[in-house]
């Protein structure tokens, strides 16, 4: 049986520097994580890293993207409104 708990991480408007700050440490240490996992398998060569790999992947494809979008809010003189929520799911 799997609850379901809901945390919200990022709820307000922020201008660009304050959003690239919060946005891009996010995902720095998401990537950051994930190379250190990588690396950690491979030196105890353990585990796959196959999971990680993918994952590293996505998360440098969305800071690149999240760059873009910054870029253009900012060329616009626009703030960012960020609502992020995590869910997390207890299973048996």
Excluded at 20 to 45: A, G, P, Q, V
Excluded at 53 to 79: P, Q
């Amino acid at each position: 049986m799997a609850k379901e708990n809901k945390i919200l991480l990022i709820d307000g408007q922020f201008d660009i520097d304050d959003a690239k700050k919060i946005l891009i440490t996010l995902l720095d240490n998401k990537i950051m994580y994930h190379k250190d996992e990588i690396f950690r398998m491979k030196e105890m060569n353990t585990g796959d890293i196959s999971h990680s790999e993918k994952r590293l992947n996505a998360l440098s494809k969305s800071r690149t993207k999240l760059l873009k979008i910054l870029d253009k809010a900012k060329e616009k003189h626009l703030c960012l409104k960020i609502h992020s929520e995590i869910n997390i799911s207890l299973i048996e």
